[in-house]
């Protein structure tokens, strides 16, 4: 049983009233939500000496998410992550979209989920985020209609859930684009220790597409690693890690990841249904607005785990397959459990 849902008027986008909505817990842990994109805005949770802290990268004002080009803490669809050369085939007609990434697609393009302002409705543990789309609106097919659920309990545990119907098929892959930093806002991610249920990841190159080889190299792999002890992929000029994991089959009961951070003892849990995950370390992050009680942000000060379906796997026909109808609707979730480390 949580303690409540607080909502208020943040601001408004074209016209449309977006809201903040916060659900907090019996401790007093608390997690801040956006109309805009659905987005996290912040995990308040405490550190090893009860101290609440922000665990995710964000802002205090709406005008800064509408001048932001990193998604920082939103929801990202109809596809995450890339489609080559801004193009797929499906049933015999190609889709031909925006080339917002170097050629290619990323991230949808500008018509994006991440950009929408949801309608919602909440109950004493949640709330719902909907949104719908007309066929052809953001240059996907069918007509859709997307709900994304948070849910907060005293475990600390932020429950995502992805429900979406179509009338026509299309590829889908949703997730969150947040920032983690369990150490707190600006100080560096490279301590953090990371722990992915996983024995092989996807070749990407300098793009960051894939092409098609899944390898097993363990040097590349977090059985249980610093951060910092993981170089990135010289060879193709990348500095950061940007490295898709295919994730082991494990009951949905298992987190298929553990983030911790030793100065503050925090932990963080992740769970899911869904066959991939993107780690992102940030080294493309900024984000410079300084207007009232704005924030800004630099390469590495948050990393993501983004669970979803395969980058461009509408391309890649030996990849799990990303397409979803209305005979085959889409549900997956993601869980997030904050912690502490056990000393």
Same mark, same amino acid.
């Given at each position: 049983?949580?303690?409540?849902?607080?909502?208020?008027?943040?601001?408004?986008?074209?016209?449309?009233?977006?809201?903040?909505?916060?659900?907090?817990?019996?401790?007093?842990?608390?997690?801040?939500?956006?109309?805009?994109?659905?987005?996290?805005?912040?995990?308040?949770?405490?550190?090893?000496? %009860?101290? *609440? &802290? !922000?665990?995710? @990268?964000?802002?205090?004002?709406?005008?800064?998410?509408? $001048?932001?080009?990193?998604?920082?803490?939103?929801?990202?669809?109809?596809?995450?992550?890339?489609?080559?050369?801004?193009?797929?085939?499906?049933?015999?007609?190609?889709?031909?979209?925006?080339?917002?990434?170097?050629?290619?697609?990323?991230?949808?393009?500008?018509?994006?989920?991440?950009?929408?302002?949801?309608?919602?409705?909440?109950?004493?543990?949640?709330?719902?985020?909907?949104?719908?789309?007309?066929?052809?609106?953001? %240059?996907? *097919? &069918? !007509?859709?209609? @997307?709900?994304?659920?948070?849910?907060?309990?005293?475990? $600390?545990?932020?429950?995502?859930?992805?429900?979406?119907?179509?009338?026509?098929?299309?590829?889908?892959?949703?997730?969150?684009?947040?920032?983690?930093?369990?150490?707190?806002?600006?100080?560096?991610?490279?301590?953090?220790?990371?722990?992915?249920?996983?024995?092989?990841?996807?070749?990407?190159?300098?793009?960051?597409?894939?092409?098609?080889?899944?390898?097993?190299?363990?040097?590349?792999?977090?059985?249980?690693?610093?951060?910092?002890?993981?170089?990135?992929?010289?060879?193709?000029?990348?500095?950061?890690?940007?490295?898709?994991?295919?994730?082991?089959?494990?009951?949905?009961?298992?987190?298929?990841?553990?983030?911790?951070?030793?100065?503050?003892?925090?932990?963080?849990?992740?769970?899911?249904?869904?066959?991939?995950?993107?780690?992102?370390?940030?080294?493309?992050?900024?984000?410079?607005?300084?207007?009232?009680?704005?924030?800004?942000?630099?390469?590495?000060?948050?990393?993501?785990?983004?669970?979803?379906?395969?980058?461009?796997?509408?391309?890649?026909?030996?990849?799990?397959?990303?397409?979803?109808?209305?005979?085959?609707?889409?549900?997956?979730?993601?869980?997030?459990?904050?912690?502490?480390?056990?000393?």
């Amino acid at each position: 049983m949580v303690n409540g849902v607080i909502k208020r008027l943040w601001g408004n986008k074209s016209g449309k009233p977006v809201y903040l909505i916060r659900l907090e817990n019996k401790g007093g842990a608390y997690v801040e939500l956006s109309s805009y994109g659905a987005g996290i805005v912040s995990v308040v949770v405490p550190d090893k000496n %009860g101290k *609440p &802290g !922000n665990v995710v @990268l964000g802002f205090s004002n709406l005008e800064a998410y509408l $001048q932001d080009t990193c998604y920082i803490g939103v929801t990202i669809g109809p596809f995450a992550n890339r489609i080559a050369n801004g193009a797929f085939e499906l049933h015999g007609k190609k889709y031909v979209f925006e080339k917002n990434d170097g050629g290619h697609l990323n991230h949808s393009g500008n018509l994006g989920m991440h950009a929408a302002v949801f309608d919602f409705s909440t109950d004493d543990a949640a709330v719902t985020f909907s949104l719908s789309l007309q066929d052809g609106e953001d %240059g996907f *097919p &069918g !007509n859709r209609e @997307l709900s994304v659920r948070y849910s907060w309990n005293d475990e $600390q545990e932020l429950m995502i859930a992805y429900q979406l119907r179509t009338d026509q098929a299309l590829p889908i892959s949703i997730t969150n684009h947040a920032y983690f930093n369990l150490g707190g806002e600006h100080n560096s991610i490279m301590d953090h220790r990371l722990k992915v249920a996983s024995s092989a990841y996807l070749e990407l190159n300098k793009a960051h597409l894939p092409s098609g080889k899944i390898l097993s190299d363990k040097q590349m792999l977090f059985n249980d690693a610093f951060i910092r002890d993981k170089p990135g992929d010289k060879s193709q000029g990348i500095i950061g890690l940007n490295t898709f994991f295919l994730l082991d089959a494990l009951p949905q009961d298992q987190p298929v990841a553990r983030l911790e951070e030793e100065q503050s003892g925090r932990t963080m849990e992740v769970y899911t249904d869904y066959p991939g995950m993107l780690l992102y370390t940030g080294e493309f992050l900024q984000s410079r607005f300084v207007g009232h009680g704005g924030k800004s942000y630099k390469a590495f000060d948050g990393l993501c785990l983004e669970c979803q379906y395969f980058p461009d796997s509408p391309n890649q026909p030996s990849f799990p397959s990303a397409i979803f109808s209305a005979e085959r609707p889409y549900n997956h979730f993601i869980k997030l459990k904050f912690g502490l480390r056990s000393y």
